[in-house]
């Protein structure tokens, strides 16, 4: 009985800890976009944020129900919560990075920097919500994709799925994904943004592929097999 109420307890925190995690999002997410617009007419922050979030909320109770192993994972992560002091240094850089992907397009919009056609920002929508599609498949094939780099005591590799193509699939999506960004906020100016914070997955997924080589037994085999990282055919 005691332990029974231990797991409904445990699933009943990691819910409450998700929801609070969300609306904190929303309301940062929401602050970054439009306090840097100045307005709240700005079709395109109010497009992208709905496609963002809605794509989050849907990952998030989706797996949560499926997969709450992989949520609490996920919901651990941030500079602090990493065990090297190279992943500490790659997150805060990658964080601020990201306040200013979403911050840029705000300022952009007021003092109309770009002029991005609708047809573009609507397809730059549709690449963000492919590159949701993709972390959805690399959740459904890996339970083991923490936000942090680590090996848990029974984690093995996984080489189904989108793991079949590139080693790292996840962070395939998540650049394309960033990628669009820019682009769907009506932003040219952001896409420096974008590409720094793309090179610095890159930084973090190559420090993460040392980290694996020595910890997780079978993934030099699996580096071997699948010969690209990032992109099919190309890296």
């Not at 919009?109 to 963000?128: C, D, F, G, K, Q």
């Amino acid at each position: 009985m005691a332990e029974g109420t231990n797991t409904a307890s445990g699933t009943s925190n990691l819910q409450r800890q998700v929801v609070l995690g969300l609306a904190r999002l929303q309301v940062i997410l929401m602050l970054l976009i439009f306090i840097p617009a100045g307005t709240l007419r700005f079709w395109q922050g109010w497009l992208f944020s709905m496609v963002f979030l809605a794509s989050v909320v849907f990952l998030t109770f989706y797996f949560l129900k499926r997969d709450p192993h992989l949520i609490e994972n996920r919901m651990k992560g941030g500079p602090g919560a990493e065990q090297q002091r190279s992943q500490k240094i790659i997150q805060a850089f990658t964080g601020t990075l990201a306040a200013a992907l979403v911050i840029v397009p705000g300022l952009d919009h007021r003092y109309h920097w770009s002029s991005v056609p609708a047809s573009i920002v609507i397809l730059a929508n549709a690449m963000v919500l492919l590159g949701f599609l993709i972390i959805y498949r690399v959740f459904e094939e890996n339970s083991f994709a923490a936000s942090i780099i680590k090996v848990e005591a029974e984690q093995r590799v996984i080489s189904t799925g989108p793991y079949r193509l590139v080693r790292h699939p996840m962070y395939a999506g998540g650049s394309l994904l960033l990628l669009a960004t820019p682009l769907a906020l009506g932003s040219f100016w952001a896409l420096p943004v974008a590409v720094a914070i793309t090179l610095a997955i890159v930084v973090r997924l190559l420090d993460e592929e040392r980290y694996l080589n020595a910890n997780l037994p079978g993934y030099e085999a699996y580096c071997s097999e699948v010969r690209y990282r990032l992109i099919p055919l190309v890296w």
